[in-house]
């Protein structure tokens, strides 16, 4: 029994440095998350390349711990605020470029839409601060 408890408290042990760089990871104070395409209020025509700018920090992969680095997660008419000590979600509606992806080809139904940027660390976790591009609005035709 002895031997179980030892292995028990030697995995959370061993689980503690991560959960503690989980989330919380400074961002740097002069970083600029935007759009570079679409612009707010554009009328776009079907599908569209959408281009994502960072000023100030670097684009790395998920996983990639670097300093002062993280990934594009594109959210996708969502009004609820993102929850800084939770991983953004991965659905229809929070898409994720851990390929460190600063564009992507999206299709939208026509309509009005809204859009805005955040970017994660290795985890998937908002930066502290929260590095948040302005929410911006498109109408698909």
């Not at 839409?113 to 591009?133: C, E, K, M, N, R």
């Amino acid at each position: 029994m002895k031997v179980m408890q030892r292995i028990i408290l030697s995995a959370a042990l061993t689980c503690l440095p991560f959960a503690a760089s989980a989330q919380g990871k400074p961002a740097h104070k002069d970083v600029l998350l935007y759009f570079v395409w679409p612009q707010n209020g554009a009328t776009i025509k079907g599908g569209f390349w959408c281009r994502f700018g960072l000023r100030n920090m670097g684009v790395t992969h998920a996983g990639d711990n670097y300093q002062n680095s993280g990934h594009h997660h594109l959210l996708i008419d969502v009004n609820e605020p993102i929850d800084p000590k939770e991983p953004i979600p991965q659905d229809k509606s929070h898409l994720h470029f851990g390929a460190g992806q600063t564009e992507a080809r999206i299709e939208l139904p026509p309509g009005k839409h809204t859009l805005q940027l955040v970017l994660g660390d290795a985890g998937h976790y908002p930066f502290d601060p929260p590095v948040i591009s302005q929410k911006i609005a498109v109408t698909v035709r």
